[in-house]
Nanobody, 123 residues
Framework: QVQLVESGGGLVQAGGSLRLSCAAS????????LGWFRQAPGKEREFVAA??????YYADSVKGRFTISRDNAKNTLYLRMNVLKPEDTAVYYC??????????????????WGQGTQVTVSS
Protein backbone atom coordinates (compact mmCIF):
# COMPACT_ATOMS: atom_id res chain seq x y z
CA GLN A 1 0.00 0.00 0.00
CA VAL A 2 1.07 3.55 -0.76
CA GLN A 3 -0.60 6.57 0.77
CA LEU A 4 -0.49 9.81 -1.21
CA VAL A 5 -1.39 13.31 -0.02
CA GLU A 6 -1.40 16.31 -2.36
CA SER A 7 -0.95 19.93 -1.34
CA GLY A 8 -0.18 23.29 -2.90
CA GLY A 9 -3.33 23.99 -4.83
CA GLY A 10 -5.08 27.33 -4.75
CA LEU A 11 -6.34 30.32 -6.69
CA VAL A 12 -3.97 32.05 -9.09
CA GLN A 13 -4.31 34.55 -11.92
CA ALA A 14 -3.67 33.57 -15.50
CA GLY A 15 0.03 33.68 -16.26
CA GLY A 16 0.93 32.84 -12.68
CA SER A 17 2.64 29.81 -11.17
CA LEU A 18 1.99 27.15 -8.56
CA ARG A 19 3.89 24.16 -7.26
CA LEU A 20 1.98 21.08 -6.22
CA SER A 21 3.45 18.53 -3.84
CA CYS A 22 2.52 14.91 -3.24
CA ALA A 23 3.84 13.27 -0.08
CA ALA A 24 4.06 9.48 -0.19
CA SER A 25 4.30 6.94 2.59
CA UNK A 26 4.01 3.23 3.03
CA UNK A 27 6.41 1.62 0.56
CA UNK A 28 9.79 2.22 -1.01
CA UNK A 29 9.25 5.37 -3.00
CA UNK A 30 11.89 4.64 -5.60
CA UNK A 31 10.11 1.47 -6.69
CA UNK A 32 7.19 3.42 -8.09
CA UNK A 33 6.43 5.35 -11.21
CA LEU A 34 4.48 8.50 -10.41
CA GLY A 35 2.03 10.66 -12.25
CA TRP A 36 -0.09 13.78 -12.10
CA PHE A 37 -3.63 13.88 -13.43
CA ARG A 38 -6.45 16.40 -13.40
CA GLN A 39 -10.20 16.47 -13.66
CA ALA A 40 -12.22 19.54 -14.55
CA PRO A 41 -15.95 19.82 -13.78
CA GLY A 42 -17.99 17.78 -16.21
CA LYS A 43 -14.92 16.23 -17.81
CA GLU A 44 -13.08 12.93 -17.49
CA ARG A 45 -9.85 12.64 -15.59
CA GLU A 46 -6.89 13.32 -17.89
CA PHE A 47 -3.20 12.61 -17.83
CA VAL A 48 -0.87 15.54 -17.13
CA ALA A 49 2.65 14.22 -16.55
CA ALA A 50 4.53 11.12 -15.44
CA UNK A 51 7.96 10.32 -14.07
CA UNK A 52 9.75 7.01 -13.76
CA UNK A 53 13.12 6.47 -12.12
CA UNK A 54 14.84 8.19 -15.03
CA UNK A 55 12.37 9.66 -17.52
CA UNK A 56 9.50 12.12 -17.75
CA TYR A 57 6.52 12.38 -20.06
CA TYR A 58 4.05 15.22 -20.54
CA ALA A 59 0.67 15.78 -22.09
CA ASP A 60 0.91 18.10 -25.09
CA SER A 61 -1.32 20.64 -23.36
CA VAL A 62 1.22 21.26 -20.59
CA LYS A 63 4.53 20.57 -22.34
CA GLY A 64 6.90 23.50 -21.86
CA ARG A 65 4.83 24.97 -19.01
CA PHE A 66 4.75 22.22 -16.39
CA THR A 67 7.66 20.31 -14.85
CA ILE A 68 7.33 17.05 -12.94
CA SER A 69 10.06 16.05 -10.51
CA ARG A 70 10.62 13.76 -7.56
CA ASP A 71 12.74 13.90 -4.42
CA ASN A 72 13.30 10.31 -3.40
CA ALA A 73 14.97 11.30 -0.13
CA LYS A 74 11.82 13.14 0.90
CA ASN A 75 9.35 10.68 -0.65
CA THR A 76 7.77 13.62 -2.46
CA LEU A 77 6.53 14.23 -5.98
CA TYR A 78 6.24 17.76 -7.38
CA LEU A 79 4.51 19.52 -10.25
CA ARG A 80 5.76 22.98 -11.07
CA MET A 81 3.14 24.81 -13.13
CA ASN A 82 4.07 28.01 -14.96
CA VAL A 83 2.14 30.27 -17.32
CA LEU A 84 -1.12 28.95 -15.97
CA LYS A 85 -4.25 29.29 -18.08
CA PRO A 86 -7.94 29.25 -17.10
CA GLU A 87 -8.25 25.89 -18.85
CA ASP A 88 -5.79 24.43 -16.34
CA THR A 89 -8.49 24.79 -13.67
CA ALA A 90 -9.19 21.35 -12.23
CA VAL A 91 -8.70 19.06 -9.28
CA TYR A 92 -5.18 17.70 -9.53
CA TYR A 93 -4.35 14.17 -8.39
CA CYS A 94 -1.08 12.34 -7.91
CA UNK A 95 -0.79 8.60 -8.41
CA UNK A 96 1.73 5.80 -8.02
CA UNK A 97 2.23 2.38 -9.59
CA UNK A 98 5.09 -0.12 -9.53
CA UNK A 99 4.43 -1.08 -13.16
CA UNK A 100 5.64 2.33 -14.29
CA UNK A 101 8.86 2.35 -12.29
CA UNK A 102 10.93 2.14 -15.52
CA UNK A 103 8.52 3.29 -18.22
CA UNK A 104 6.58 6.47 -18.83
CA UNK A 105 3.56 7.29 -20.92
CA UNK A 106 0.03 8.65 -20.70
CA UNK A 107 -1.23 5.71 -18.67
CA UNK A 108 -4.36 6.21 -16.58
CA UNK A 109 -4.61 2.95 -14.65
CA UNK A 110 -2.39 3.73 -11.69
CA UNK A 111 -2.89 1.62 -8.58
CA UNK A 112 -2.71 4.28 -5.86
CA TRP A 113 -4.24 7.75 -5.84
CA GLY A 114 -4.29 10.80 -3.63
CA GLN A 115 -7.42 12.71 -2.66
CA GLY A 116 -6.75 15.67 -4.96
CA THR A 117 -6.06 19.37 -4.61
CA GLN A 118 -8.00 22.15 -6.32
CA VAL A 119 -6.27 24.51 -8.74
CA THR A 120 -8.27 27.50 -9.97
CA VAL A 121 -6.87 29.89 -12.56
CA SER A 122 -8.76 33.15 -12.99
CA SER A 123 -8.73 35.12 -16.24
Amino acid sequence: QVQLVESGGGLVQAGGSLRLSCAASGRTFTNYGLGWFRQAPGKEREFVAAISRTNTYYADSVKGRFTISRDNAKNTLYLRMNVLKPEDTAVYYCAADRRYMLVTGPYLDYAYWGQGTQVTVSS
